[in-house]
Structure formats: C-alpha cells, structure tokens
C-alpha cells in the first residue's frame, strides 16, 4: 500500500503494549498481519479519524480489535480475534456514509463479543457474509443488506452465553439468499425485520434450553 506510515506485520510483532491506538485522517488499511504478529499487543484500536478502515488482500488475525470509522469500514478480506472481542463502529459523521461494508467471503469472528454499530447500515455488495461470535453479537443502526449466504453464530461453543441482539428499526435482507442463524437467544428489536425470499430462514437453538414459539 502506498501510505507513508507502514507497520509491517514484523515490525509489529517486535511492539509489546497492553493497548496499541493508530489514528489517521487518512485511510488506515490492514492486511495479512497473523496471529503471531499480533500476539504481544492486547487490544488494538484502529482510528480513521474522517476517513476509512479497509481490511483488504489477506485475512488478519488480533488478540481484541476495536475499530472506528468516521466514514466506512470496509471489509476484502476476514478478521478474527483469538482471545477478545471485535468491535466495529463506522460513524458516519456529517456528510460520510458511515457502512459497514463486505465485498467477498467475509468472516467476522471474533472469540468473544462481536459488536457493530453504524450509522446507515451493513451493505453486502457480492459473497457470503459469516458473523461469529462466542459471548453474544450486537448489531445498531442501519439497515442490513447482504447478497449471497449468510451465516451468524453468536454462542460458538454453545454454553448459552452468546444471544444475537438485532436493534430497533432495522430491516435485514438477504436479497434472495438464505439465512442460518444460531443462538441461545434470537432478540429482534422494536419495528426491525428479517426478510428472507426465495431461500431459507434457519433459525438453531445453541445451547439445548428449547425454544419457545409463540406467548
């Protein structure tokens, strides 16, 4: 990438901090740093201060990820974390878009919550779109659009602290594709719809309490 601040996924496994925070007023664009790289910074914090963050060519890897946008966040490629959580938050502030937006296979697993707040939605221009979580994934703010099969586990070792909390006033579209959910709890909020045609709504019980269907 042509920037003028590179951290190499080498020079960042040579950096030791219970915290690393990058702020730009440019794009900050990540990509292929692993588990390793990563290892010895517990919690990253990305800041595009007016602009992006892209997450583009190859996956990535973090202990905790937090990432903030002012614009989008733009996901070519998957993140993981393999001991905390992800959090995503594409602001959107005065004129910018503020999406979360996946253009491939994209998987967002994160090893323990995952939380994505937007200001105008999660938009799925092509690929399968898959939302992992452990202890539970929050989604606020605007619509969600995806355009091939998606797939949200939010209690991924099904001991039945992973619920799926989709906030109020959002509509969630497959546009045409199918949808696996998988949860101790499915929490859809006040007026928000989930809208699958033409393909399968699933709906699995993670944790082996039952479901109730109805009052």
Same mark, same amino acid.
């Given at each position: 990438?042509? $920037?003028?601040? %590179?951290?190499?996924?080498?020079?960042?496994?040579?950096?030791?901090?219970?915290?690393?925070?990058?702020?730009?007023?440019?794009?900050?664009? $990540?990509?292929?740093?692993?588990?390793?790289?990563?290892?010895?910074?517990?919690?990253?914090?990305?800041?595009?201060?007016?602009?992006?963050?892209?997450?583009?060519?190859? /996956?990535?890897?973090?202990?905790?990820?937090?990432?903030?946008?002012?614009?989008?966040?733009?996901?070519?490629?998957?993140?993981?974390?393999?001991?905390?959580?992800?959090?995503?938050?594409?602001?959107?502030?005065?004129?910018?878009?503020?999406?979360?937006?996946?253009?491939?296979?994209?998987?967002?697993?994160?090893?323990?919550?995952?939380?994505? %707040?937007?200001?105008?939605?999660?938009?799925?221009?092509?690929?399968?779109?898959?939302?992992?979580?452990?202890?539970?994934?929050?989604?606020?703010?605007?619509?969600?659009?995806?355009?091939?099969?998606?797939?949200?586990?939010?209690?991924?070792?099904?001991?039945? /602290?992973?619920?799926?909390?989709?906030?109020?006033?959002?509509?969630?579209?497959?546009?045409?594709?199918?949808?696996?959910?998988?949860?101790?709890?499915?929490?859809?909020?006040?007026?928000?719809?989930?809208? $699958?045609?033409?393909?399968?709504?699933?709906?699995?019980?993670?944790?082996?309490?039952?479901?109730?269907?109805?009052?």
């Amino acid at each position: 990438t042509n $920037v003028d601040l %590179q951290i190499d996924p080498a020079e960042l496994e040579r950096i030791t901090a219970n915290e690393l925070t990058v702020n730009s007023t440019e794009v900050i664009s $990540v990509s292929n740093i692993t588990g390793a790289n990563s290892d010895n910074i517990g919690t990253v914090r990305l800041n595009a201060l007016v602009s992006d963050v892209r997450f583009f060519d190859a /996956n990535s890897t973090f202990n905790t990820l937090v990432v903030t946008a002012d614009d989008d966040i733009d996901f070519f490629a998957s993140v993981t974390t393999d001991t905390g959580a992800i959090s995503l938050n594409a602001q959107g502030t005065g004129a910018n878009d503020g999406l979360i937006n996946t253009n491939g296979d994209i998987v967002i697993d994160a090893a323990t919550s995952l939380t994505i %707040q937007n200001e105008n939605g999660i938009n799925g221009t092509a690929g399968t779109l898959t939302l992992n979580a452990d202890t539970g994934i929050t989604i606020t703010g605007g619509n969600i659009t995806t355009v091939g099969q998606t797939t949200i586990n939010s209690d991924t070792t099904a001991d039945g /602290n992973g619920d799926l909390d989709i906030g109020a006033e959002i509509d969630f579209s497959t546009s045409g594709n199918g949808l696996n959910i998988t949860a101790n709890d499915l929490i859809l909020g006040t007026n928000s719809t989930i809208t $699958v045609t033409n393909a399968d709504l699933v709906i699995n019980e993670s944790h082996g309490g039952g479901i109730g269907f109805g009052n």
